[in-house]
């Protein structure tokens, strides 16, 4: 932050309109968060007073160990969303990756009849909102015999996820200079050794980033995984949490907890996997 | 080291012929520079010959073997890239050590032989470097180290200098040069640039859309240029080339311009000039041939000073005649303003004479 504003030009005046407004804005992106955490760590009493605790007078993790108890019907509901959703995301991540590099590669080097047309309508899926494609894909997985299995998720997140991953692959394997493959091949290799022992370690950093890019999709996706799945069992996260709501009264603690858990695994990941982002791997390789 | 014959080579995309039926033979341990403006094929050549895309016709033998149809890996070469291709994530040692792991090598002999060629090329102390690390000319370094490590049997290099300062550069070529003499090494290399294809090579193949245009050495292509793209294209400054009329007066053939001048042509120029296919004919002369007068002499041409270039040693000069520009030099003490009328003599023995329609030149 303060590396751009020392690089703008202008006057003190604007520097610190510009400082205020972040600050502004990080509250108002984080606020939301903390009140979630601060929920969670309340009684269901204290969580429903007026005026609220800002600050929980009997902080409690009661809420945590309720979720993550297995020997709890609660606990053992939570932890079974939670295993689905991994299930799905992690299957669609993985199939999604290995479609995407061959797919976004071939876009990328080899001029093929079609390719223009065939890059376009990869996108196509991607231009309409997921509401129009519901119902039709509803009927879909019906008569595949597929609704009520996480196969119809699976199917389903990857014709979003699959024509992101390869849009963006297809952007890393563009900056991967041409002579390294040609290179390798004069050095010995073939073309697939040239590609899987020089390309590919060069854009692990665009494979991470959409893994992550898939994952969170997946992930955090509701209405197709509210339509396609009615059983208790096979419920993944989204939709399961909403069973902290009853007709009568909303558990509001239980359900921040929840929340609260779901986001660990996506914050985990940025966490873990950021430095693969600002890598900027190419540099040296060639002249520019 | 090698023989490389090309034959017939065409590679085309649809109606749009990168390269036409190019034929040349490289000997064995000789230096061809591939020169030619941009967009000329000499690149393409080169991918051809290396294997990295098919040809639509023709053949490529190197030694005594048809490589037509083999995988740039079953070649046998090595290849320098403008933008040197040095593998990032790899370090120095592992990017020499490459071509030797590919050919399963055993690990001994693989270190041997990267230490040896390091050593030749003075990059020892940068074995453990990424390429990121190194500065223009080492990657230029590591990146012959590459090719040179395998002892192929063929060297191709793409504008390997291209990328590097001047200074920088005119060292390189020399240990290019050097390199060569040092390994009797087959090298094809691809520059657009005339002087580094004149200084470096011992034949020069000067190509121009797609098509061969001249194939022999330095001296001879720039002595006796077949054509008026070679005349132009080989040698600093440029060969003028100045558009007239062949006329026949009694005995004596001359040049005629549009203003009215008339330039007599010696026995031999003027059976050259009159074997054209019509009267139109091209005089060309490069600017160690032409004399500059400051007053009419017999023979010479009326011609108006341009610009005046000084570089110290001589001075350039454009000169304008009957239309064309005309590059000659002079001494320094030889005063030149722009503007001034002068008067050139081109040199009977040394002048240069094209078909007006062919723009082949006229040799007897």
Not at chain 1, 5 to 30: D, H, K, N, P, Q
Not at chain 1, 227 to 240: A, C, I, K, N, S
Not at chain 2, 305 to 321: L, R
Request: aromatic share 12%; charged share 15%; hydrophobic share 45%.
């Amino acid at each position: 932050m303060s590396s751009i504003t020392e690089y703008r030009s202008g006057g003190m005046g604007w520097r610190w309109a510009g400082r205020i407004f972040l600050v502004f804005l990080l509250g108002f992106t984080i606020m939301p968060m903390a009140w979630m955490l601060i929920t969670s760590l309340k009684t269901g009493f204290a969580a429903m007073q007026y005026p609220p605790q800002w600050w929980p007078t009997e902080p409690t993790l009661d809420n945590y160990w309720r979720l993550l108890d297995p020997s709890g019907s609660v606990g053992q509901d939570f932890l079974r969303y939670f295993w689905n959703s991994m299930w799905v995301s992690v299957v669609t991540t993985l199939l999604a990756v290995a479609v995407a590099v061959p797919a976004a590669y071939a876009f990328s080097r080899f001029r093929f009849p079609g390719r223009t047309f065939l890059f376009f309508a990869v996108l196509l899926r991607n231009m309409f909102p997921a509401v129009v494609f519901l119902v039709p894909l509803f009927i879909l997985m019906r008569v595949l015999g597929l609704v009520n299995t996480h196969g119809s998720l699976i199917l389903t997140y990857l014709t979003f996820g699959l024509p992101l991953a390869i849009w963006l692959l297809k952007g890393f394997y563009d900056n991967i200079p041409i002579q390294l493959e040609q290179a390798a091949r004069i050095d010995g290799a073939t073309r697939f050794q040239a590609f899987f022992l020089i390309v590919m370690p060069l854009s692990t950093p665009g494979i991470i980033a959409t893994s992550i890019y898939s994952f969170i999709g997946a992930w955090n996706e509701y209405i197709y995984a509210y339509t396609f799945l009615t059983r208790h069992d096979q419920m993944t996260l989204p939709v399961g949490i909403q069973r902290f709501f009853s007709e009568n009264a909303t558990d509001w603690p239980g359900l921040m907890a929840a929340t609260f858990l779901m986001s660990i695994p996506v914050v985990v990941l940025f966490l873990v996997l950021q430095r693969y982002f600002v890598r900027a791997l190419t540099e040296g390789a060639v002249k520019h | 080291m090698a023989q490389v014959v090309l034959k017939d080579v065409v590679k085309n995309y649809g109606p749009v012929y990168a390269v036409n039926r190019v034929s040349l033979t490289v000997e064995d341990g000789e230096f061809v520079a591939l020169v030619g403006p941009s967009g000329c094929g000499k690149t393409t050549t080169l991918n051809l010959v290396a294997g990295l895309i098919s040809m639509s016709g023709g053949a490529v033998t190197i030694g005594d073997r048809d490589v037509t149809n083999l995988d740039p890996k079953d070649r046998d070469i090595a290849m320098v890239f403008q933008n040197y291709a040095l593998y990032p994530q790899k370090s120095v040692y592992k990017n020499l050590a490459f071509p030797l792991q590919m050919r399963k090598l055993p690990k001994e002999e693989i270190d041997k032989k990267v230490r040896d060629a390091a050593k030749t090329l003075d990059i020892t102390h940068l074995l453990e470097r990424k390429p990121r690390e190194l500065s223009g000319g080492q990657q230029q370094r590591v990146a012959l180290g590459r090719a040179l490590v395998r002892e192929p049997r063929v060297f191709l290099m793409d504008e390997p200098l291209s990328n590097l300062d001047a200074k920088l550069r005119v060292q390189m070529r020399s240990e290019i040069k050097r390199f060569h003499q040092d390994l009797g090494a087959t090298i094809i290399y691809v520059t657009h640039d005339q002087l580094e294809a004149v200084t470096m090579s011992d034949k020069m193949a000067v190509m121009n859309g797609g098509f061969l245009q001249q194939y022999d050495s330095p001296a001879n292509v720039f002595a006796h240029p077949v054509n008026m793209f070679v005349a132009s294209f080989v040698g600093s400054p440029a060969m003028s080339l100045v558009p007239l009329t062949a006329a026949s007066k009694g005995t004596q053939v001359v040049l005629t311009s549009p203003e009215g001048w008339e330039m007599p042509l010696s026995d031999a120029n003027g059976r050259k000039a009159l074997s054209a296919t019509s009267n139109k004919v091209v005089l060309g002369g490069r600017h160690s041939t032409i004399k500059v007068h400051k007053v009419q002499v017999p023979g010479a041409v009326p011609g108006k000073v341009y610009t005046v270039e000084p570089t110290g040693d001589v001075t350039f000069a454009q000169v304008f005649v009957s239309g064309a520009t005309v590059n000659v030099s002079v001494p320094p003490s030889f005063a030149l303003r722009p503007d001034e009328p002068v008067f050139l003599e081109f040199d009977q023995d040394r002048m240069h004479l094209f078909d007006g329609e062919t723009e082949m030149a006229l040799r007897l």
